[in-house]
């Protein structure tokens, strides 16, 4: 719940630093971490690197320094990349792909997934017109799909696919715990067929900054290297790094409460006439509800003087998000939702 009263189910970025994660916080030991001398940075990434079973780890600041240095690491300008339809590296990361990176994105499959055949098609021949296809990412869960969560089969089969062929994998990991906990597959299986994988602490996990990058020694020495380029080489960064470890170590467990309210909530909204929600896509703690005829700002306006703030992902389209800061309040903001929508619907 936000200090204000309202139940904020914007985004899982919102939470706030428990009073246990704060004292972790104030009591880390630090050192500069640019010259690599912060034991608590050392820790977290040794801690990572070891969950997601990498050889190493970058802590950064941001999912999308995540992405982008990964990004940057493995491509050239003018290399084209692989990704699935509303990725965040392309969607939501203000153009840095095409910006810093000098990539461009083309879009394959449907709802958050592809298919090896999709990769096939996508693949641009060699020929010195062509720009040269270098890399696929996927999303894991998947944000603008409603916290999909690929298939593990179907996770496999891609990836096995595009390494066949020569392109290098990314995992946009930022909700990789939540792919986790949804699908019981260890983080490491899930991250096992990627070169870099970028995963956050500051979303489901409810750490209050960073992220971290985990591949091979050689991949994270030259992600490093692009980190200080960028402006992201951060000093005594155990501060914020210790909250990263007190989320992996106390809060990786509970997302599945997370998921449980995501689910009642869509429950709750498919029974709405005015509302659609497919709940059986409700995988994690993502729901996406359309409001067809009822503009998503009038939800929203109307649903935060209810006390409940949302987020609008298309013209009729919002997105709820559960997680650590609304776990005994969000069902109830799901009610309030529920009703605001019907009355909506009703005089639209
Ligand atoms: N997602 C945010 C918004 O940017 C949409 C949210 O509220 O969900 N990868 C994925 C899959 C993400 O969902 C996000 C953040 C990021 C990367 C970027 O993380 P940050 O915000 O730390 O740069």
Same mark, same amino acid.
């Given at each position: 719940m936000a200090d204000s009263g309202l139940i904020d189910l914007r985004s899982d970025t919102v939470t706030r630093p428990t009073p246990a994660m704060r004292q972790a916080m104030a009591s880390a030991e630090v050192g500069d971490d640019v010259f690599g001398e912060d034991p608590t940075?050392?820790?977290?990434e040794e801690t990572v690197a070891a969950l997601l079973g990498k050889e190493a780890a970058l802590f950064v600041s941001s999912g999308t320094m995540g992405n982008q240095v990964s990004l940057l690491a493995q491509t050239r300008r003018g290399d084209e990349i692989l990704v699935s339809e509303g990725a965040h590296c392309a969607w939501y990361e203000a153009g840095a792909a095409a910006a810093i990176g000098g990539v461009q994105a083309v879009v394959i499959g449907k709802g958050g997934l592809f298919t090896s055949a999709d990769i096939e098609q996508a693949i641009k021949p060699q020929a010195d017109w062509y720009p040269r296809t270098s890399l696929v990412a996927l999303e894991n869960t998947h944000n603008r799909a409603g916290g999909r969560v690929w298939p593990m @089969?179907? =996770?496999?089969?891609?990836?096995?696919?595009?390494? @066949?062929?020569?392109?290098? =994998?990314? =995992?946009?990991? @930022?909700?990789?715990?939540?792919?986790?906990?949804?699908?019981?597959?260890?983080?490491?299986d899930i991250a096992a067929p990627f070169d870099s994988v970028s995963v956050c602490f500051s979303k489901g996990l409810g750490a209050p900054v960073g992220s971290a990058i985990c591949g091979s020694r050689d991949l994270i020495r030259a992600c490093r290297r692009l980190r200080k380029m960028l402006g992201g080489g951060m000093r005594q960064a155990g501060v914020i790094a210790a909250g990263a470890i007190y989320a992996l170590e106390h809060h990786r467990d509970r997302l599945a409460r997370d998921h449980d309210n995501a689910r009642a909530i869509a429950k709750r909204l498919a029974a709405v006439e005015g509302a659609r929600v497919d709940e059986g896509s409700v995988e994690s703690n993502i729901v996406m509800l359309d409001t067809p005829g009822v503009a998503a700002e009038r939800v929203i306006e109307a649903a935060r003087a209810a006390g409940v703030l949302v987020s609008a992902f298309g013209p009729e389209r919002i997105r709820i998000v559960t997680h650590l800061d609304v776990q005994d309040t969000a069902v109830r903001g799901g009610e309030v939702l529920a009703d605001v929508v019907a009355k909506l619907a009703k005089r639209a």
């Open positions: 940075v050392c820790r977290l @089969a179907q =996770l496999l089969e891609v990836t096995a696919f595009a390494r @066949a062929r020569g392109l290098a =994998l990314h =995992l946009d990991g @930022a909700r990789i715990w939540n792919a986790s906990v949804a699908a019981g597959v260890a983080p490491k």
